[in-house]
């Protein structure tokens, strides 16, 4: 077994050493009563050509995002991703590498993470943020709850327009934690902030919104905090694209507490949805009531600068019962990817991706908006996803366009029976104008 | 040359550097780029009519501005400042830093599974379902568990999703019961997953020979208990001797028995869950399964539950009709969601791969070298250590430094530190908790016993270190890129991101 190094010789001299004469003898602890008495019931091992063969076989069942013109996101977006990503983020080095508990070790896994920490402090504006989570809807779950903690308030006010997975996950989360759920209807895509602040009473620990919203909407970030800032309560920002804030107003521009964010989007592969990167960020002042891993700078017995996790009494293997998150293992090699991404994109790049987006998702919006019969479902200014009411049902339109190898958008009637005509296309930009012009083309020839 | 010998100080080899690698935001210079992205190709129009300046960011970012050979030389510089599984032995006791295959990542990374996105529509996706569902079928029968969801991304994570489901379950059955049960040898996850459940935590201590006590946990068990959170074997690496009159019990007030599966590397193919008298339990995919750890996660966290908690599992599950998979949201009594989508599915396909490779025969040897390797170890470090409980031990052990401690002023952190200078990754330390000075060692079964003999003789030569020049374990470590690091000043005045 190529995994398995030792002989039978080398197995002989260790059971020696050991005093036993078989290995069976090792599980002797075991009681009989619950002792397989036979082999699992699993396929035979298969060599690796074999298993390669059966694996590419399993992977070409799919349609991958390399054979289909994609415009789906709602959450998960096809961003081109750079070279280096693969060879530097993914190298054995990091890959393999346990977490840093032993610091003089892992310096390099810390510092970059240290470095991750404050990429994506730079991105939303925030003053801290942690070294990961699960992904974009656990770390709203965690910002409710640190929210509530923060506030001794026990409801989340959440806007309808955030991922409906994400609030799903959301109430899952928080429902044994004597904090109750409401959501906040829409009003024409967004959240609109006079309803926020008619809900808004002080049992409200926080206002959830997510900008660009759900629908591709951007909110108005600035009434919504100070409508939650005016009661007392936080505003939490859930972001699911951050390359949007290579342009858009960062949420803390707009005074928010709490960032929980999604980051596939920084060079993830989509990956039928994960490892995706939790993001998790708020203000300075909020720091000891941030859950999960936290790197800092120090400095050795010689005085040379060094990186080690720290604040650690916030987590469960000191605080067990009473930690801040009961969460261990997170998305570190995701972290990193997303640090490597944003390294090589830069202070240019991210402005540059990120136009690119607004523009191509805008110039589709528009030739869509322009056939007949289709029209945008709200007025309120996009990034790269945005929703129109199709004259034909989506989930329709979505069969004929698979035809031509295009991946259609999100039929919103999955989640808001409400809004069954309405399609959620996402442009990123990996389209090419062919690309829309080719997708305007069959709604064109559909209807 | 061997690892050992160079950061032992050999004369050969040159010394680790030791210059501070600056951070990326110092390299490189204003205007420098390092990416390549096409010009619009579609008409100009102002950004004013597409997005309106007011929600428009004041300033950019202040990202990097690096050419793209600036970025490879500072990771690649941070990833020669690493210790990773394909450097050395990293016998992290409760971790199983077992070897990562290489074909696993050359599977998953296949645009076949790595390029799908989740939304795409499941006839687009048959390949990646049927992954999961075989996957979902091997786990149940290794674990004698009938259903299993994937959709946890780490072992915390699916403790939190089992407590939930064994709540519901009960608010089902009209019984109230506030109480989770632990061991005061459980992983600091299992009381921290309780108390977001909504559950208080009431710990059992262990007894003489490392098993739960079992008189003190029947005097804790009642009507108000819902679960019992055990590990097994537990973090002494012992397996729970009395784990049938253990279930009885828990099973006798009417409660669950939940499995810790962070240690399910000892037992595979050799005993299942199921047959104990579990009722659920989580995989740590990234222990067990070889999918690697990424420097601190993705990890991939199924759990796996008996038939009376099928209803719960969080929505999707996924089911085949004939020859279709498909995924079933039609699921009323479920917990919810726990997370966006379905699982970290590349780390499932990893898991996978390392399951077809190895085979029921493969998985049975794996857990017997893993314990031949442990005992061996524990073998020869017995003399050389405390050893609080003297037993066959299964997957890893628990040494105690106790004796250094106390004869030579020698802590175990010291010890652990030393032994980076002989070019190893510590093992686990001050954990579990009921150890003084512990020392959680788990060499797992893909390490050969000439590596295990260097780790042994490193061990030793520390603790003859500890006797005979404690000064310079207390000072250790001395080859690695930095000496011993300030905790309390990290942590007094956290500087937690880079500023200029």
Same mark, same amino acid.
């Given at each position: 077994m190529k995994y398995i190094p030792a002989t039978s010789a080398e197995r002989e001299r260790m059971l020696r050493a050991i005093g036993v004469p078989t290995v069976e003898d090792l599980f002797r602890d075991i009681p009989p009563e619950v002792r %397989? *008495?036979?082999? %699992?019931d699993l396929p035979p091992a298969m060599p690796d050509p074999d298993l390669l063969g059966h694996a590419r076989r399993l992977a070409g069942l799919n349609s991958n995002c390399d054979q289909l013109i994609c415009f789906l996101g709602a959450g998960a977006y096809d961003h081109f991703v750079p070279s280096t990503v693969a060879h530097l983020a993914l190298k054995p080095e990091f890959l393999t590498a346990y977490t840093p508990y032993q610091a003089e070790l892992m310096q390099g896994e810390l510092q970059a993470i240290f470095e991750y920490q404050t990429l994506m402090c730079e991105l939303t504006g925030m003053d801290v943020a942690n070294a990961?989570? #699960?992904d974009g809807a656990s770390a709203l779950g965690e910002a409710a709850s640190m929210a509530a903690d923060l506030t001794k308030r026990t409801r989340i006010l959440v806007s309808t327009a955030v991922h409906p997975e994400y609030r799903q996950v959301l109430r899952t989360f928080t429902s044994h934690m004597r904090i109750t759920v409401q959501d906040l209807p829409l009003s024409r895509g967004i959240t609109a902030p006079a309803a926020a602040l008619a809900a808004i009473t002080d049992e409200t620990a926080a206002l959830v919104i997510q900008s660009p919203n759900f629908f591709g909407c951007l909110e108005d970030g600035e009434a919504l905090a100070k409508a939650a800032h005016d009661r007392g309560a936080l505003l939490i920002v859930a972001v699911a694209d951050p390359i949007s804030l290579g342009l858009l107003r960062s949420p803390a521009e707009y005074e928010a507490d709490i960032v929980a964010g999604e980051g596939q989007a920084l060079g993830n592969a989509l990956n039928f949805g994960g490892p995706y990167l939790g993001v998790i960020a708020t203000r300075e002042r909020f720091v000891r009531r941030l859950p999960g891993r936290l790197v800092g700078r120090t400095i050795d017995t010689e005085g040379r600068p060094g990186y080690v996790l720290t604040l650690q009494t916030r987590e469960q293997h000191i605080r067990r019962a009473r930690a801040t998150s009961n969460i261990c293992t997170n998305e570190a090699l995701n972290a990193l990817v997303a640090a490597v991404y944003l390294s090589t994109l830069g202070r240019q790049g991210i402005q540059d991706v990120a136009e690119l987006n607004a523009r191509k998702a805008h110039y589709a919006r528009e030739r869509i908006a322009s056939l007949r019969g289709y029209r945008p479902a709200f007025e309120a200014p996009t990034f790269n996803e945005f929703v129109v009411r199709c004259p034909v049902n989506p989930e329709e339109i979505n069969r004929r366009l698979l035809e031509h190898r295009i991946l259609g958008g999100l039929p919103l009637g999955r989640f808001y029976p409400e809004l069954g005509d309405c399609w959620l296309v996402c442009v990123t930009e990996s389209r090419t104008r062919e690309e829309i012009d080719q997708l305007v083309g069959h709604l064109e020839a559909l209807q | 040359m061997s690892a050992p010998a160079r950061r032992a100080g050999s004369t050969a080899a040159p010394p680790l550097s030791k210059r501070p690698i600056p951070v990326i935001f110092e390299r490189g210079a204003p205007g420098r780029v390092g990416y390549s992205l096409p010009p619009s190709d579609v008409p100009e129009v102002p950004l004013d009519a597409i997005i309106p300046a007011s929600h428009r960011r004041s300033r950019p970012a202040a990202l990097p501005e690096v050419s793209e050979l600036d970025v490879v030389r500072h990771y690649t510089a941070l990833s020669h400042r690493n210790y990773s599984i394909d450097e050395g032995f990293y016998p992290l006791g409760s971790c199983t830093m077992k070897y990562n295959p290489k074909i696993n990542e050359d599977v998953a990374r296949q645009p076949g599974f790595a *390029? %799908?996105? @989740? #939304?795409? @529509?499941a006839e687009l996706a048959q390949g990646a379902l049927q992954v999961l569902w075989e996957l979902e079928h091997d786990l149940a029968e290794i674990s004698g568990m009938d259903r299993v969801t994937f959709q946890p991304a780490a072992g915390a994570h699916g403790e939190m999703t089992a407590l939930l489901m064994i709540s519901r379950y009960f608010e089902d059955r009209g019984e109230h019961r506030t109480t989770v049960v632990v061991p005061d040898s459980a992983h600091g996850t299992n009381p921290a997953s309780a108390a977001i459940a909504g559950f208080q935590v009431v710990e059992v201590k262990s007894d003489r020979r490392g098993n739960i006590d079992l008189e003190a946990l029947k005097a804790v068990l009642g009507p108000q208990v819902a679960a019992l959170m055990l590990t097994n074997p537990n973090t002494l690496g012992l397996f729970e001797e009395q784990i049938i009159e253990v279930a009885r019990a828990v099973h006798n007030v009417g409660a669950q028995l939940y499995l810790d599966g962070a240690n399910f590397n000892a037992i595979l193919g050799i005993t299942r869950p199921g047959d104990q008298g579990f009722d659920v339990m989580h995989f740590n995919l990234h222990k067990t399964f070889t999918t690697p750890h990424g420097g601190g996660g993705p990890g991939a966290g199924a759990v796996g539950v008996r038939a009376h908690l099928v209803p719960y599992l969080p929505v999707p599950t996924i089911e085949r009709d004939g020859q279709r998979f498909a995924f079933d949201y039609d699921r009323p009594r479920s917990i919810g969601k726990i997370r966006a989508f379905y699982g970290n599915f590349g780390n499932l396909v990893r898991a996978y791969t390392y399951i077809r490779t190895m085979g029921p025969t493969g998985l049975r040897q794996a857990a017997e070298t893993a314990v031949l390797n442990a005992n061996y170890v524990l073998s020869r470090l017995r003399d050389h250590y405390d050893l609080p409980y003297d037993r066959v031990c299964k997957h890893e052990f628990v040494l105690s430094g106790r004796r250094q401690r106390d004869r030579h002023h020698v802590t175990t952190k010291d010890m652990a530190k030393r032994l980076l200078d002989y070019g190893f990754h510590s093992p686990t330390i001050y954990f579990p908790l009921i150890v003084e000075e512990a020392i959680m060692i788990e060499p797992t079964e893909t390490e050969s016993i000439q590596t295990l003999d260097a780790f042994i003789d490193a061990m030793i030569a520390i603790a003859g270190e500890a006797e005979t020049n404690p000064d310079l374990v207390r000072g250790a470590p001395y080859e690695t890129p930095v000496t011993r690091l300030d905790d309390v000043l990290a942590a007094r005045k956290p500087v937690l991101r880079w500023r200029p």
């Open positions: %397989l *008495r036979g082999p %699992l990961s989570m #699960y | *390029r %799908l996105h @989740p #939304y795409q @529509p």
